[in-house]
């Protein structure tokens, strides 16, 4: 095998640097930069047929006095919590869908609940009835909402609250609508959205750790860009509470549903959107793109596509066929790749999370080829973890997923491994197994970091290209 070497300054940031045939170097930033703390004026701005958002890592943190190890075994249960919220809503669906085949064909495209929501790192500002709105951005979310007055309890939040009352054109959407019927598809509601003495559609987005957003489905002006969506459905939440949520003022779906961004903009952007996530432990932006012109992106590689599993039993999610994993050019031998393994791609979930016999072959690949550096304990779900204490020189394998069509989607080498603690003693490969092979696999935002993720609904397909996450 051929390497390629990096003389790193200090192993705290792990950064890319360059790297031979086979390999990446890791190259660390001075232990004296901060995380970015303030807040930023997200920029938006539309070129030729696209519309461009500009994109920034949101970290929920409301605690700055914590160690990093706390903090990061905080974000790490976060994100197996949201994991196995996935797992449960992909079996609820399914048993939702088997159960009441009536009620799912209200919908044009099947939807399950965007409750089960955890970690959600990156933010976009949105123009809403004449005002901004700083969201959260998630493909596994299929519904919109923001914080409205007046809030009963809400979490803090940077910007002032949506007052429906200061936009003309806001309404409540009524119970005897399409959105309504909709809506208690989309949530899986065994009760009603509306009551005798309620005109309006109301919803409810419980959390498995007691977080949640309640309110009124609504649908006002939405302005992405200068381009204007008259009626856009969204949440209108005035009870939330949640500390993934930060001090965002809500989320932003852009899931397969009939309540999502994706799809009640079909008309302007014809399904099609993209996004490129800058690295978070940097000040850069990345971009979130909508519509189908390329000619906005800065990839390095051509974009390469491949085909998404379509299955109307398991919901909005984006599904691929993954059909290998290479590491440092070595292919990983196992027995779920026989037949294809299905995954999520998803940029809402922070760690990739692989059933385990892909995962258990793809960490003992890793350790064969990373065995001159000594292993460290585990931490939280990172169990290959080592002990980079005194090591200038750091080799690190490439990392790369196939799927189908042969479609290579290289992990940059900032996703390849995540640094626990500050003096190098716990640098963990970033994957963790699941629990059981019944469950979903899930591709996470720290290994699409880097790479321009385009996502065709209208197609059925979804590419990858290199790509620097600077603003465009």
């Known amino acids: 095998m051929a390497w390629g070497a990096c003389i790193a300054a200090l192993l705290l940031l792990l950064l890319a640097a360059g790297g031979g045939d086979g390999v990446h170097c890791l190259e660390e930033a001075s232990r004296g930069r901060r995380a970015l703390q303030r807040r930023h004026h997200l920029r938006s701005r539309a070129v030729s047929g696209a519309t461009v958002l500009e994109l920034r890592h949101h970290s929920f943190s409301s605690s700055p006095s914590k160690s990093r190890e706390d903090k990061i075994n905080g974000l790490l ?36 609940s965007g409750a089960k929501l955890r970690t959600l790192n990156y933010i976009a500002t949105i123009g809403l009835g004449g005002g901004e709105a700083t969201v959260i951005v998630d493909t596994a979310s299929e519904l919109t909402w923001v914080q409205c007055k007046p809030c009963q309890s809400c979490h803090d939040q940077q910007e002032p609250l949506f007052d429906p009352s200061s936009s003309p054109s806001y309404a409540a ?32 987005l419980s959390y498995r750790d007691g977080s949640y957003s309640r309110g009124v ?113 070595q292919e990983v031998e196992s027995s779920g790749f026989s037949t294809g393994s299905k995954v999520i791609i998803d940029s809402g979930t922070v760690i990739t999370s692989l059933v385990p016999s892909i995962y258990n072959a793809v960490k003992a690949e890793f350790l064969d080829q990373f065995a001159e550096y000594p292993q460290a304990p585990g ?94």
């Open 77 to 112: 249960s976060s994100d197996a919590a949201r994991v196995s919220s996935l797992q449960w809503r992909i079996e609820n669906y399914r048993l939702i869908r088997s159960s009441s085949e009536a009620a799912a064909s209200k919908a044009q495209v099947p939807v399950t």
């Open 379 to 472: 931490f939280s779900i990172l169990d290959t973890c080592f002990n980079m204490t005194g090591f200038r020189e750091v080799q690190v394998p490439s990392l790369k997923l196939v799927f189908d069509g042969t479609v290579e989607m290289e992990v940059d080498s900032a996703g390849v491994l995540y640094s626990v603690s500050s003096d190098s003693s716990q640098v963990c490969l970033a994957m963790a197994s699941l629990k059981s092979e019944y469950d979903t696999s899930i591709i996470g935002n720290y290994q699409q970091k880097n790479l321009r993720v385009t996502f065709d609904t209208s197609g059925s397909q979804i590419g990858f290209a290199q790509e620097t996450c600077d603003y465009i």
């Open 173 to 204: 959407v009524p119970c005897n609508s399409s959105s309504c019927d909709a809506l208690q598809v989309a949530t899986g509601m065994s009760e009603a959205p509306c009551g005798a003495d309620q005109p309006a559609c109301s919803y409810t």
């Open 217 to 329: 489905l609504a649908h006002d002006k939405l302005s992405l860009a200068g381009e204007v969506i008259d009626d856009f459905v969204f949440g209108c939440g005035t009870s939330n509470q949640g500390t993934p949520f930060g001090g965002t003022s809500g989320l932003l779906g852009l899931g397969r549903s009939q309540l999502s961004l994706i799809s009640q903009t079909m008309d302007q952007f014809g399904g099609v959107f993209s996004y490129c996530l800058p690295l978070k432990e940097s000040d850069s932006s990345g971009s979130l793109v909508l519509g189908d012109d390329s000619s906005v992106y800065r990839n390095s590689t051509p974009i390469v596509y491949t085909s998404m599993v379509s299955d109307p039993l398991q919901g909005p999610f984006y599904f691929l066929n993954l059909t290998g994993i290479t590491i440092g050019g």
